[in-house]
Each structure stands twice: as C-alpha cells, then as structure tokens.
C-alpha cells in the first residue's frame, strides 16, 4: 500500500530543476519539469551512486553530475550509457502546495 | 553552479565549423601541393587539427556536455573517436572509470605517466608509434568478436556489440584506404586518413600530459592530482579549454565553453594554476625523471590557507529531510 510522504512545498523546486529528499533513511530526487509537473526518482544514479540532485535537470532529462549519465524522470528509463540500468520512480501528487511523494 | 552547467549549440557548433573547415581547407592546399614542400605546412596543420585536435572533441562529447542537442555530441564523437584510432564504446567506459578512480593504481586504465614513466612509449606516442599499433591490433581483436581481459572489467555484456560492429566497419575504412594508395601507386590517401593520428599527434599528448603527469596518486582530491594551465587561445581552441582540468574533474558536466568563469569562481579553493606549458613541463619533466628512480617521490600541491576542505558536489543547498520538509 503507498504510503504519501510530505517532502517539500512546491515552491521549494524550481522550475527545470531537481530537489533531494531523504524518508527514512533513503535518498530520493524531487522535480519540477518545464510544464510545471512534478515527479519523483531514487535518490542516487544507477551507474554508481552518485547523489542526481547535484546534477542537471534538461527538460525532462536527469543528467549525473560525476559521469553524465543520463534518465528519462518522468519514465526513469536510462538514455545511454554510462547509465544502462533505469531509475526507480515514485508516484507525486500536490496537495496545499505541498508535494507528497508515495513510497 | 547549475548556472555553469546549462548547455547551448552555438560555441560547440562555431567551434565544430572552424575544426572540420579547416581539415578541408587545409587538407584541400596539401592534395593541391602534393609532391612540393609547399604542401608541408599545410599538412602539419591538417595533422594537428585531424591528430590533436580530435582528442579534445572525442573527450568533450564522450562526456556529452560540447552541444546542448544530443545528437550532435554523439556525431561528432563518433568522427573524432575514427580520428584518434580510440573505439568510441571501450573508451566511453575507460574514461568513466578514470573520473571514478582518477590517478587510483590499479583503477584507472588512462594513467599516461605511471610511476616509473615509461619514457620510450610516452616519447614514441608524439607521433603514435605505441598508440597507433596498439589501436590497430586492438581493432583486430575487436572485429573478431572479442575484448581484452581488462576491456571486460569495464564494458558491460549490453555494450559489446556495439564494440565489434565498429571494429568491423573500421577495419573496412581502413583498408579501403590502403587499396586506394596501392590502386594510385600513392601516399596520399593514408596521408588524408589514419597518416595524422602519427605526424600530427603530438600536440594531443603535449597538452595530456600537463593533466596528471608526475602528480600524487591514490588521493581522492582533484585539486592535488590534477593541474590547471593557463594557455593561449590557439591551444585552448585546439584543445577545447581542457587546460583547465582541475575544474572539469570536479565539476564534470560543465561544458569546455563554460570553464574559464568556473576557474574565475572557484580559484580561491585551488592551488596556483600554472602560467603556460612551460611552467607546468619545468615541473612535469624533473618530477617524472625523479620518478625513475624515486616512486615515493611526486609533486605536492599546496592549497590556499582557507580553501574548501574535500567534499561530495554540493551547491549549498541542505539536502531536506521530514523534519525540514512541509509538514
């Protein structure tokens, strides 16, 4: 059963660009796409670990910042090598302005 | 930071125009002159900008940062990966592995100047005389279907098709060439294509080696296995802005365009960039013959009193937790 968790408010994500969240010891990302859409990823790159909210949000595109690895964050599906296996997304929705992500 | 980071087409693409324009200029006054020795310096710059030049090129768009449009960083790597004789796949893995495990013994397959250097093969490759050899017989092996037993610490199972399929096609490119000079009873083709990656290659490897060469390995801290030379426009055109390297190990997904104001930014936590190659060869040459005989030996960089310690890239921002987020 998904359980909703409050991780920050919309105003904390800016536009084309990415947030990190932690819940209970796990890391995710948090964004905000170009059409003011929001979406939630794993925390860290499946290539090796690397913490996405340092990288770059291109659109709808994750880049890693240590190795340019790249995802898909609506889907999580990876774009190329480095990154060969795809992220694991999360279920968003807004309430209040405030956006809950379910784990 | 995220600033920096933002890609567009236009330097990449002007840069792109100058590089393959020249080639055909160039290159075009060389077949013209062929047979003179006016057709000299026309090949020597053909040569530099097909045999040094495209290592930068393969460097910048192997990490995809050069153009915004990704297609155009995956041409233009494969045209230059073709240039440097460097399958465009097992590379893409060995460099991710050296931005793991930078100057990391045993780690990083793209260390040039080991401790003991091996002087006779940095020498021989200022005209590819190890690297081109090497890359041929490795073309071989690949085009049959196989990888060496280090290629296959790296290159994942889901990539390595890709690495035969290029081989093949290379291998066809290549003799292709040599039957265009037995068939013309002429030079002249492989002086055009694979002849660069030798007589014009040098100054991709007097540029390499200013990355590392002599410094400490197994540290995780760039700023002391890594130097910044300051050079002159040419050398950064040519070089793609690459002098700056420090910068570009730490914050890799800044693109060459964007380095010199990430330099300006963030020089106060840096040790002193070097002023030009001949600063930084006055250090590299005494440190890497010290070498030979003294592996413990290596070159300390000092960093500014007040210089930001070692840590993961951050821009600032507090990762939030429950206790922060909105309720």
Same mark, same amino acid.
């Given at each position: ?5 409050a ?5 904390d ?10 819940h209970?010891g ?73 956006i809950y992500?379910?784990v | ?8 087409d236009?330097?990449?693409?002007r ?6 324009g ?34 930068s ?32 796949? *097992? ?6 592995? $050296?931005?793991?495990? *930078? ?9 040039v100047?080991?401790?003991p ?18 890359a041929l017989?490795l ?6 279907? %196989? ?8 290159v ?9 399929? *290029?081989a ?30 030798i007589?014009? *290659?040098?100054?991709?490897?007097i ?15 760039? %700023? ?16 793609w802005?690459?002098?700056? $390297? ?10 060459y ?12 936590d840096?040790a002193?960039?070097?002023p ?39 821009d ?12």
């Open positions: 059963m998904t359980q909703w968790i991780a920050c408010g919309v105003d994500v800016d536009e084309e660009d990415v947030l990190p969240f932690q209970d796990v890391d995710y990302a948090i964004y905000r796409s170009p059409d003011d859409t929001f979406y939630a990823t794993a925390g860290h790159c499946t290539h090796e670990r690397e913490l996405l909210c340092d990288g770059l949000v291109m659109d709808r595109v994750i880049e890693c910042p240590k190795h340019n690895g790249r995802f898909d964050y609506a889907t999580g599906k990876a774009l190329g090598a480095p990154a060969l296996v795809d992220l694991r997304t999360y279920p968003v929705k807004v309430e209040n302005d405030t992500i379910g | 930071m995220k600033e920096l980071m933002r890609r567009s236009g330097p990449a693409t840069d792109t125009v100058l590089w393959l020249g080639m055909l200029v160039f290159g075009a006054f060389g077949v013209a002159f062929w047979g003179s020795w006016f057709a000299v310096p026309f090949f020597l710059a053909y040569g530099v900008l097909y045999g040094s030049a495209s290592d090129r393969w460097h910048e768009c192997g990490h995809g940062t050069a153009f915004k449009t990704r297609w155009k960083n995956d041409v233009v790597y494969q045209i230059a990966s073709f240039m440097m004789m460097r399958d465009p796949t *097992t590379w893409r893995w060995s460099h991710t592995r $050296h931005h793991t495990d *930078t100057l990391i013994v045993g780690r990083d397959p793209e260390i100047a080991m401790r250097a091996r002087l006779a093969r940095i020498l021989g490759n200022l005209f590819g005389l190890v690297d081109v050899p090497v017989r073309m071989v092996i690949h085009a049959c279907g %196989r990888l060496t037993a280090e290629e296959q610490t790296y994942p199972e889901s990539e390595r098709r890709k690495v035969f399929t *290029t093949r096609i290379w291998v066809g490119m290549y003799l292709a060439t040599a039957a265009a000079c037995v068939l013309t009873g002429s030079l002249l083709p492989v002086v055009l294509i694979g002849g660069p990656r007589y014009g *290659t040098f100054m991709h490897l540029y390499g080696l200013t990355q590392h060469a002599g410094m400490g390995e197994n540290v995780l801290d760039h %700023r002391l296995n890594t130097r910044t030379v300051h050079m002159n426009r040419l050398n950064r055109f040519l070089y802005n690459m002098n700056y $390297h420090v910068e570009h190990h730490m914050f890799p997904m800044v693109p365009y964007r380095l010199p104001e990430l330099h300006e930014e963030i020089k106060h840096l002193p960039a070097y030009g190659l001949w600063a930084a060869y006055k250090e590299i040459v005494p440190a890497v013959l010290r070498q030979l005989k003294d592996q413990t030996y290596y070159v300390r960089r000092g960093l500014p009193e007040g210089a930001a310690p070692l840590h993961p890239v951050s600032g921002r507090a990762v939030l937790t429950e206790r922060s987020a909105v309720a």
